[in-house]
């Protein structure tokens, strides 16, 4: 959703990289790109004026001008007000003390209400709660089947005891959602759920009636949170919405949905200034896993090109399987051959982490690599289980057998042609190789290509490319071949030191330092500049 901001902000702070000193002119040059970034992306008009004015205040002040490198200091300004308009500081969900935690959603028809329940349950019911679904949403047709099957989906159960108005019953009567808001908590607090999510009824636009009806289920279940959705793409006019739901039913916090859809993102920047209530959740896809909690550090990183890796750690910690990480580790330290087996084994527990074009772009500058991102096919490690199922136990562990004829009846066995299962083998010699040099202690070698990605693939040697230097023969005299150990290791500490630290601003190399920016602790390692 913010490619388009982050690209324009990336080409800004491209202009200040290598200045050793910032005129006033470079500020207002700066800070009128990013308020026409701002703009572009439908930032509210207040929102970029509040937000462009502490940018340059800031960056006309002491500490720029006294900066070492007033270019990364400008980046560190903008990251912390970017975190600043998205709410400051994560804010989770405050549980009852007693009874349980009521949950009232609001918002317009369309945003993604009854779907975000089904998120929300399934997202609280993996941290051990006990949730349970309110059907309120009596005036929509069928809203109460589509919370009954979200609600099966989720494995969660769903308090409905009006069927609501259907698509062949749009005069049906309606029921009173009061009442079934008010029965509803009841029913939760007598079958011990500790959560109860209550789905109200919205409007295509605020309307007094809409209104009315969920402040009067406000002050019926008095909820612990109202939290207002808000549909990502519809722009400013998102603004006023929020502005009007506040003002009706006061919500505590912020959902924002579609998330990953291909507008440009100012709903996000701009609700929660405006209101000043906290954007608390984001639901990314329609899959009921495509839901998280809303940090905004991390999004402020993400629109900088910075990455969010935290966030890709703890989905690789949530997905991976722990016997499997402990018998690569076993092998890894008995020195054993990766085999194709654990190759395909490992494919597999990437695929379980989620989209690999999301996973890629949480990365530092993964704005650079975009195009090939948006190329890769998904269905790679389909492709890639399917070549390798259709191999002999025999030739998976000692693929140097694999000869011609071998490749093609695995070609026509997998339905592929017999370059991509040369192409895969190429790929798998390379990891094998890493692999090696992993369990002999020799550091994190550059990973083999990403099989499906343009650009990227693992294949050999380019052609016209140098060879690597040959390795010269360490001396026999005990002494000199001490000395000569001593003066490598010495040079590839001084070629450690000297490599670039991480994508700059969404550049590859650069003298960016991460551990300027207010970034949480340990990501500064990660990408290369920390201490």
Known sequence: MFNSLSDRLTATFKNLRGKGRLTEADVDATVREIRRALLDADVAVSVVREFTGRVRERALGAEVSAALNPGQQIVKIVNEELVEILGGETRRIRLA???????????????????????????LKAQGHSPMLVACDLQRPNAVTQLQVVGQRAGVPVFAPHPGATSTELDHPAGDPVAVARAGV???????HDVVIVDTAGRTGVDAEMMEQARQIRRAIVPNEVLF???AMIGQDAVNTAMAFDEGVNFTGIVLSKLDGDARGGAALSVSSVTGKPVMFASTGEGLDDFELFHPDRMASRILDLGDVLTLIEQAEKSWDKDEAARMAKKFADQEDFTLEDFLSQMQQIRNMGSMKKMLMMMPGAQNIRQQLEQFDEREIDRVEAIVRSMTPHERVAPKIINGSRRARIARGSGVHVSEVNGLLERFAQAQKMMKKMAAGGGMPGMPGMPGMPGMGGGGARKGAKSAPKKKARSGNPAKAAQELKDAQA????????????????????????????????????LGGGK
């Not at 009841?186 to 011990?192: G, N, Q, V």
């Open 97 to 123: 003390k007693t009874g349980p935690t009521i949950i009232m959603l609001a918002g317009l028809q369309g945003a993604g209400k009854t779907t975000l329940a089904g998120k929300l349950s399934k997202y």
């Open 186 to 192: 009841e029913e939760a607090r007598r079958t011990l």
């Open 229 to 231: 959705v808000v549909d």
């Open 491 to 526: 040079r590839r500490t001084e070629g450690a030191k000297a490599l670039p630290t991480g994508a700059a601003f969404g550049q590859q190399g650069g003298d960016f330092d991460p551990s300027q920016l207010n970034l949480p602790k340990g990501f500064d390692k990660f």
